[in-house]
């Protein structure tokens, strides 16, 4: 195995990032090596990227971006009983500790104490990557690795989506960004009808559309709560899922929303939010669920089964493949540009 491969590395605290040659790296106690197979962006890398204020207090450069990733251990490391070489795996980016009250209660994804691969520790925009063994999540090798690298981000679709029924339900999506497309996939394959998809950037509507969206609305140029009661005959959607964190985005699905619906809220507000609680929450009794990371293991089994399933509409949703990772600056200031669905990278051997 060579010694040195390209990693992308946020090597300096400012905006951007390099792409070096570094040291292959050796599994310690608790930990695999795996080449990656298929790695993807999320809008934390773009963060880290572009070193906005949350990344400035919690990067400490030098460190290898990336935390989706798909890959085959190459290398186990001491105490490892749970994993071999050969094993295609994906990896969940919450390290829980596994002793506070929340992991007591097996409420992993609220571990108080959860720290977050490829944040708080090198990821894996590289050729190889070392991965926390109790993080690792093992893939059916007929798994496509563009596909497989999607699970993480998969899984807060399908926490945000699957927190209440669905099947057959009117739904309404805020925000057609990279989580948002995989919510439509992931409402489309349970049956929701008609999901209704509330985005302001065209060329994502017509993501949107491509990837199942039933109707899709412009929130700058038409009041999507009319567009929702015109298209649900004035009784309003059953469902709203907001992927945006825009509040205006919020409020228009709380007020598109039936009484007595489901809210589920995915996206990360850039501020404290204003609205009239009493009317749009409490008097419509709504149902409101705070959805963060991802259920462990639970999530992971539906994502990896909708996957298997061939029912998820995935293919629209990768928008760029890049074969290694030389052209990383494009991929990255595309994605800022909204430009993007899914970016995906597959690192050269
Ligand atoms: P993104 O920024 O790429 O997508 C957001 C989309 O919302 C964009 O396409 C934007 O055009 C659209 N939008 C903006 N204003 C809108 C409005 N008024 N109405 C409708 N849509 C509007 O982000 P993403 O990567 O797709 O992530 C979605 C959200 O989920 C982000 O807020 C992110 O921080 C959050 N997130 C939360 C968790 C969690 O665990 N809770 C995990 C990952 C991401
Ligand atoms: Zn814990």
Known sequence: MAEKMPAIVKTKPAYGAELVEVDVPKPGPGEVLIRVLATSICGTDLHIYEWNEWAQSRIKPPQIMGHEVAGEVVEVGPGVDTL???????????????????????????????????????????????????????NPKGMKPEYATLQEPLGNAVDTVLSGPIAGRSTLITGAGPLGLLGITVAKASGAYPVIVSEPSEFRRELAKKVGADYVVNPIEEDPVKFVMDVTDGKGVDVFLEFSGAPKALEQGLKAVTPAGRVSLLGLFPREVTFDINNLVIFKALEVHGITGRHIWNTWITVSRLIQSGKLNLDPIITHKYRGFDDFEEAFELMRAGKTGKVVFFPKE
């Open 84 to 138: 071999e070489v050969g094993d295609y795996i994906s990896a969940e980016t919450h390290i829980v500790c596994g002793k506070c009250y929340a992991c007591q209660r097996g409420q992993y994804h609220v571990c108080q104490n959860t720290k977050i691969f490829g944040v708080d520790m090198d990821g894996v925009f590289a050729t190889y990557a070392i991965v926390p063994a109790q993080n690792a999540w093992k």
